[in-house]
Nanobody, 117 residues
Framework: QLQLVESGGGLVQPGGSLRLSCAAS????????IGWFRQAPGKEREGVSC????????EYVESVEGRFIISRDNAKNTMYLQMNNLIPEDTAVYYC??????????WGQGTQVTVSS
């Protein structure tokens, strides 16, 4: 069964950092372009960052460029999102899934990130 499980969220003060993890099972993560998405209260889900398969080209939405870093550990079949200099606008539930909508599996529960003083 294809499954993605997000973890690593929490409550952090503005300016703080968190590292999110996305553990894959049932398939090899490196075979796909995969990304992080987030959904804030009252807003639609948006793409945050993605990383291509094999050669690891990365892309970021403008609002997180320079603050977030996406990476993957193929040995652990896990993807990460290092989030630095967090701001309240980053508050959302974060999800991981395939970058190509045609290849996406069911959305997981996500991991809550709350940035607040």
């Amino acid at each position: 069964q294809l499954q993605l499980v997000e973890s690593g969220g929490g409550l952090v003060q503005p300016g703080g950092s968190l590292r999110l993890s996305c553990a894959a099972s049932g398939f090899t993560l490196d075979n796909y372009a995969i990304g992080w998405f987030r959904q804030a209260p009252g807003k639609e889900r948006e793409g945050v960052s993605c990383i291509t398969s094999s050669i690891d080209i990365t892309e970021y939405v403008e609002s997180v460029e320079g603050r977030f870093i996406i990476s993957r550990d193929n040995a652990k079949n896990t993807m990460y999102l290092q989030m630095n200099n967090l701001i309240p606008e980053d508050t959302a539930v974060y999800y991981c899934n395939a970058a190509d909508p045609r290849l996406r599996t069911n959305w997981g529960q996500g991991t809550q990130v709350t940035v607040s003083s």
